[in-house]
């Protein structure tokens, strides 16, 4: 932390220009270390108590989620057209953040004011796409308020930026030559998902030459900026505390490496208490309770809203420092104090120890984590799969998980894993804190490969994890046993997947429960100890 300035959460004095521009050369050096050099590490966690799968968050969340996952689809696709748009600009942000890296090596503090501006173009490549190339620097910009992004909405106000927690609003007063007879004004939803109706907006506001002359008052100064963003929506299912809130706060926030404050509207006390490691790693700074906060909180920069790219995803090329997910499963484990990078999965890593040491002769067996849903898509066969398993040579961890579980516990469990294992569901989400090498075997439901695929397959491959999938025979689905075999979604899933996401959601999320054939899977459990072996 810079130490020629302080400041806490609610009286920071603003620093100098230099410090700031000293600081923020600080941050970048951080930031390009972690990308150079490290490892890390992060979190997840899981939980699965009643509604903790995917699925079962569509059954409370009925008609809402119904039209979200619908759009989610189309989103994916809209979302490579926009990827594909937007490619020069992110050239050209490109060069600039490589020029930077340059300067980096011999960092100084005349090269800070260049990195102050070249970190803030980074930080604004996803703004409104206008060419801001001709701002000058300390000219604070114009409110900007991005609504042409399929996932999210966001705002950018850098200058006199004001939030006023008692109405939700967040106020720019332009300095005085650049005011105008009329302001202008948005209403967004503060979270990665713009479409989800229940969460509320927030209001973003250019003061016009008169209204800037009444603005509210400070009340409170800070030398950072801040971060405004809801914490309810689908949260509380582990997939969608990343996909929604903390991949996106990763990416819009990562960057700033601590000195940032979030202002969360839609305050969860849980979430909070449940991701502290990564909230308190990304902000160093109290996370204010935007709702019931009084008073005007005044910010040299105020974000609204999140960035997202994809369902659980991130596109290096959208990120000021090309973090991948890759990185973000890094930085998880780091954040969680798992072993760095560098160490096998942990059966090698033990039976190379046993080997130095010459004492014990009995080898250690890869250790799988058995993933026990105890709600919708369970395995109804459980002690038989886990006998199989175990024959076939693994230690086995049977695992149900739940909300309040802690996860700096669990991660370390799942740490000490060779091989998690589980039917499609949130409590993959966990696949965080394996290590590199280490298998997500994933046990597909009767007509969920594609969901199995983007949900978790393609991510467990970016992340270098080995990605296995076992997809399950009708025969072994209870919807055979349920409905027959001449029903639509025992004999055609495909067909009635066109039919509606209704149906689909119904049929193969929500009713089908999962009779592993051990015969049929043994084999499988052959080809995983072939590949841990290699
Ligand atoms: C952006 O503006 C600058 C200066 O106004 C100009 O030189 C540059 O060509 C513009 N770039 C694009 C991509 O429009
Ligand atoms: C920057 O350029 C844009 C488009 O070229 C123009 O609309 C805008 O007024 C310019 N801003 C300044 C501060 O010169
Ligand atoms: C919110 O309250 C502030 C201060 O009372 C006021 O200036 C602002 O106009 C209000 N915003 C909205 C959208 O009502
Ligand atoms: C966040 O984690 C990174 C990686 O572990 C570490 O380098 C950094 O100092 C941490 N920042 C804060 C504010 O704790
Ligand atoms: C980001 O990626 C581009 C090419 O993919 C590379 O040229 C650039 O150096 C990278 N930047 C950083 C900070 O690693
Ligand atoms: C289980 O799988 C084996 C091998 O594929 C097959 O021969 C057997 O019929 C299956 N058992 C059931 C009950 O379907």
């Known amino acids: 932390m810079a130490g020629d300035w302080s400041s806490s959460s609610s009286t920071a004095a603003v620093p100098s220009s230099s410090g700031m521009a000293r600081r923020l050369a600080r941050h970048h050096q951080a930031v390009l270390g972690f990308l150079l050099g490290f490892f890390v590490s992060v979190v997840l966690y899981t939980t699965v108590s009643g509604p903790n799968s ?139 998902r713009k479409d989800l109706g229940y969460i509320d907006k927030v209001n973003v506001k250019t ?44 990416i819009t926030t990562r960057a700033y490496d601590g000195e940032v404050q979030f202002l969360v509207t839609d305050f969860r006390p849980w979430f909070v208490d449940k991701y502290r490691l990564i909230l308190t790693n990304l902000s160093r700074y109290d996370i204010i309770d935007f709702n019931k906060d009084t008073g005007v909180r005044c910010y040299p920069h105020i974000v609204v809203g999140l960035r997202s790219h994809s369902d659980l995803g991130i596109d290096p090329t959208r990120t000021p420092y090309n973090y991948t997910m890759l990185d973000f499963r890094m930085y998880i484990r780091d954040v969680f104090s798992l072993p760095p990078e560098g160490q096998g999965i942990p059966f090698k890593e033990a039976n190379k120890k046993k080997k130095n040491g010459g004492t014990s002769t009995e080898e250690q067996k890869p250790r799988l984590m058995l993933i026990n849903r105890a709600g919708i898509r369970k395995f109804v066969n459980l002690p038989e799969i886990s006998a199989a398993v175990q024959a076939a040579g693994f230690e086995v961890l049977v695992v149900e998980p739940l909300r309040d579980m802690r996860l700096e ?75 027959g075999k001449d029903h639509l979604a025992v004999r055609d899933p495909e067909a009635l997947r066109k039919q509606g996401w209704q149906l689909l959601r119904k049929y193969l999320w929500d009713e089908q429960d999962i009779r592993l054939n051990v015969t049929r899977f043994s084999p499988t459990l052959h080809q995983l100890l072939r590949t841990l072996g290699e």
């Not at 060419?131 to 409110?143: A, D, I």
């Open 409 to 483: 516990e669990f991660s370390r469990e799942v740490d000490s894993c060779d091989v998690l294992m589980g039917a499609h569901g949130a409590a993959l989400t966990s696949f965080f804190f394996l290590r590199t090498n280490a298998v997500m075997l994933q046990v597909v439901p009767w007509g969920l490969e594609r969901e199995a695929m983007s949900y978790f397959g393609v991510h467990a491959k970016d992340m270098m994890l080995q990605d296995m999938e076992y997809s399950i025979t009708v025969e072994e689905s209870t919807l055979y046993e349920k409905y």
């Open 207 to 250: 003061l016009s030459a008169a209204q800037s002359l009444v603005a509210p008052g400070c009340t409170s100064r800070h030398a950072v900026p801040a971060v405004v963003f809801a914490m309810n929506g689908l949260t509380s299912n582990p997939w969608h505390d990343f996909s929604d809130v903390l991949i996106p706060l990763f």
């Open 54 to 192: 995917i699925a079962a968050v569509h059954d409370i969340e009925n008609g809402q989620k119904d039209v979200l996952t619908k759009t989610m689809g189309k989103e994916r696709i809209e979302d490579k057209k926009l990827v594909d748009g937007t490619d020069m600009n992110k050239k050209t942000a490109k060069v600039q953040v490589h020029s930077t890296d340059q300067l980096g090596q011999t960092a100084n503090d005349a090269s800070g004011k260049l990195k102050e501006e070249l970190i803030r173009q980074e930080l604004d490549q996803d703004g409104d796409g206008n060419n801001r190339s001709n701002v000058t620097r300390g000219t604070p910009l114009k409110p900007i308020c991005d609504l042409s992004d399929p996932r999210y909405d966001i705002c950018e106000i850098s200058g006199d930026a004001r939030a006023i927690g008692a109405n939700c609003t967040v106020l720019y007063v332009p300095p005085a030559d650049e005011r105008g007879p009329d302001g202008a004004e948005w209403t967004i939803r503060d979270q990665s």
